[in-house]
Nanobody, 127 residues
Framework: QAQLVESGGGLVQPGGSLRLSCAAS????????IGWFRHAPVKEREGVSC????????DYAHFVKGRFTISRDDAKNTVYLQLNGLEPEDTAVYYC????????????????????WGQGTQVTVSS
């Protein structure tokens, strides 16, 4: 059964960093684009980033402002999201997701419609 498992979340102070991991099992993700979206309480889900197959292209939501970096290690069947310069507004559950397509969608927000995602990992930014 195809699964994605996120990890790496936690509690950090404003300005801190975290590295989120998205490990795939039951399938090889090297041919697919992988996206990250987040869901905060009383807010809509929003796409954060996407990386296409072979890392040919990466996209980010406007609010990332150069703070986050998405990468992939296909040998480990894992995609990462490095979060730097975290702000309280980044507090949310972060999910990785795939629609088993090669390329990322034109709009990063489309990631929220992908049909396979994990259980999420909580990121809390607070002093």
């Amino acid at each position: 059964q195809a699964q994605l498992v996120e990890s790496g979340g936690g509690l950090v102070q404003p300005g801190g960093s975290l590295r989120l991991s998205c490990a795939a099992s039951g399938f090889s993700l090297d041919n697919y684009a992988i996206g990250w979206f987040r869901h905060a309480p009383v807010k809509e889900r929003e796409g954060v980033s996407c990386i296409s197959s072979k890392a040919a292209r990466t996209d980010y939501a406007h609010f990332v402002k150069g703070r986050f970096t998405i990468s992939r290690d296909d040998a480990k069947n894992t995609v990462y999201l490095q979060l730097n310069g975290l702000e309280p507004e980044d507090t949310a559950v972060y999910y990785c997701a795939t629609d088993r397509l090669i390329n990322c969608p034109v709009l990063v927000d489309t990631v929220i419609t992908f049909d396979t995602w994990g259980q999420g990992t909580q990121v809390t930014v607070s002093s």
